[in-house]
């Protein structure tokens, strides 16, 4: 237990002023911390202790926090924010006319998942993009196109005091066909939320082990789970019947939605060079900017990650139907050709300045001002005298004869409008359409973030000033008449306080009742194991120079495609805090072939992160610390 190599560690996680939720072996432990701190005259403090079986508590050693404790905030504030925080989760659980589903959970992977995108704690400028850019108004426009119900002005992201988190009932929802009306619907959405309150682990697999959103050629096995819950031949039925007609309007033909989000977000490439060059102001520079990342970037976007969507779970079931085994989906995967492997072969290929103008936006934290772009931090990111030594692994994917009429006749039987050629041709555009889109519309988000910069310098304000802002007081900057300076410094002010309260609370990564935010036990998490190879290597991290990166087993908090460039320093193996089984990520090791363990969650994270020497086998599902 003390080394931290036990697979059965728990953490409770309980505020001081909620003693009556502590287990009661644990009772006596408050007591015991109020006498330490009493004597030590100093209340941050590490203990260690241990109850015997008689329930006797033995304190075997006490010292201070390594951690420096700079919150100045006091116990009764933050007291204050967990029972507003609790109150908010019950008025969310109550019934909604609108909304389909008895109850509530709410989480930080399910759908959009905010913990990958903009972090458990993130500061107030990235809280209200990510919100203005998708979860506000765009997800539901999207989805609704799509061909699943209308969940416009529901927006899935909640923030309790700073910590974003999606409400599942309304994610959920947004997953059921509009074809599917009242009761059913009603069941349906239930189903999904008791899973999901039965089975925490899953929260960053909701799409793949939860929720059915789309038609797959292994889905009539895998819906017959429903019967086990009360539904009807005829409900399996009609599901089935409008997950079809729904996938069908979404991958066949040439007036495909898909191919629509595709061109559209090369709209948003041709316009980013006339607002930039245009004789405006730079608070209209700004606000134009988002309002066409918005329209030409993040909707197109939210379509192609829809039909990625669609494209992975297909291309699963075709090796879970035995047409595919698992060296030849990851040939598949391997010979995709994404905006990422283009990252690699063109470092190695291009000049610098080639390079860092076609790539100089991205930047690791996509929605993050602190996080420095490409092209301005170059030598940061890139060992420019290892370019020209890259090797893109390449495997050859074909179908046989064999496979190739196994699939035809397959898709005849399940009522796949596509033929073959048009299946496998929507799988690939769906995987590549989607890093491509994002690729494209953080471009437009990056050209912001730098004049969200050079507004705060004019006005005094250093960059960390300006990750407190919110973008709503931009916005109405725009929309009105004021004192520019004035404005912006009282957003920062504000938003300084509020994420005083955010980086002190601590909240589980699912809440399914104002209980679970008073007192909780951290859930286990399944981390996403990629590829079927193994390595045994020396962990590196973030922190560490990127000369070292090489070889090792990488560990990074989020799957962001702004990470790409860990790639350039031949690393051996990859571990993400954050990330889905479809994340960007997750893509990236599958096709180069490189052992990954994506989504591992914060617990497994950070005791991999204290190990020396790590063993990560990813056919056996298994991460060991040798030394």
Request: net charge negative; glycine share 6%; charged share 25%.
């Amino acid at each position: 237990m003390t080394s931290g190599a036990d697979a059965d560690l728990k953490t409770f996680v309980c505020p001081k002023s909620r003693s009556e939720n502590i287990p009661r072996r644990l009772a006596r432990i408050p007591l015991l911390i109020d006498e330490l701190a009493a004597v030590l005259e100093y209340d941050a403090l590490d203990i260690e202790f241990a109850v015997g079986r008689d329930d006797t508590l033995y304190l075997l050693q006490v010292r201070p926090l390594v951690t420096e404790v700079t919150s100045p905030l006091g116990a009764a504030a933050i007291d204050a924010a967990v029972n507003e925080i609790a109150c908010k989760v019950e008025l969310l659980s109550r019934s909604h006319p609108y909304l389909h589903g008895t109850r509530a959970v709410f989480g930080v992977m399910p759908d959009w998942n905010p913990a990958e995108m903009i972090g458990l704690r993130p500061r107030p400028l990235a809280l209200s993009l990510y919100q203005e850019l998708v979860t506000d108004a765009i997800w539901a426009y999207q989805r609704n196109n799509y061909g699943y119900k209308n969940l416009r002005s529901f927006p899935p992201l909640v923030s309790f005091h700073g910590l974003p988190y999606i409400h599942a009932r309304v994610s959920f929802n947004s997953f059921v066909p509009r074809d599917i009306e009242g009761n059913l619907a009603e069941r349906l959405v239930n189903y999904y939320l008791d899973r999901l309150r039965s089975e925490p682990n899953l929260h960053d697999k909701v799409e793949f082990e939860i929720v059915f959103s789309c038609y797959t050629l292994d889905l009539p096995e895998r819906i017959q789970t429903l019967a086990a819950h009360g539904f009807s031949d005829s409900d399996i039925e009609a599901l089935v019947e409008a997950l079809r007609q729904l996938t069908n309007r979404i991958m066949n033909g040439p007036t495909a939605l898909w191919r629509e989000d595709r061109d559209k977000i090369d709209v948003l490439a041709a316009r980013l060079s006339g607002v930039i060059e245009a004789p405006i102001d730079r608070i209209s520079r700004i606000y134009w900017l988002i309002e066409d990342c918005k329209r030409y970037g993040t909707l197109p976007f939210a379509g192609l990650a829809r039909a990625g969507f669609i494209a992975a779970q297909i291309l699963r079931s075709v090796v879970a139907k035995g047409i595919l085994d698992a060296s030849e989906y990851a040939a598949f995967m391997s010979g995709l050709d994404t905006v990422g492997s283009r990252v690699g072969r063109d470092f190695a290929q291009l000049s610098r300045e080639e390079f860092l103008e076609r790539y100089g936006h991205l930047r690791p934290g996509t929605y993050d001002i602190l996080s420095p772009r490409y092209d301005e931090a170059p030598d940061l990111y890139f060992d420019w005298s290892a370019r020209g030594k890259l090797e893109t692994p390449s495997a050859r994917f074909a179908l046989s004869v064999e496979q190739w009429r196994n699939l035809d006749r397959l898709l005849k039987e399940h009522g796949i409008d596509n033929d073959v050629l048009g299946l496998l041709e929507f799988i690939k555009a769906g995987i590549e359409g989607r890093e491509y889109a994002k690729f494209v519309f953080t471009k437009t988000l990056s050209e912001a973030l730098s004049l969200i910069k050079q507004l705060g310098r004019e006005c005094g304000l250093t960059s960390e000033d300006c990750a407190f802002l919110d973008f709503g007081a931009i916005r109405r900057l725009y929309k009105e008449s004021g004192p520019v300076e004035a404005r912006l410094r009282e957003s920062v002010a504000e938003g300084r306080r509020r994420y005083e309260v955010t980086r002190s609370l601590v909240l589980p990564p699912l809440i399914t009742s104002p209980s679970d935010v008073l007192a909780f036990h951290v859930p286990p998490t399944q981390p996403n194991f990629v590829t079927q190879k193994s390595i045994t290597a020396p962990v590196s991290t973030l922190s560490d120079a990127p000369e070292k990166f090489a070889g090792s087993v990488l560990l990074i908090p989020s799957a962001d495609p702004g990470f790409d460039w860990i790639f350039s320093r031949g690393i051996g193996g990859l571990i993400t805090m954050f990330g889905g089984v479809n994340s960007h990520m997750a893509i990236r090791a599958n096709e180069l072939g490189l052992p990954a363990v994506v989504g591992s969650g914060e617990q497994l994270f950070r005791r991999w992160q204290s190990a020396r020497l790590l063993c990560t086998d990813c056919a056996n599902r298994q991460v060991q610390a040798i030394a």
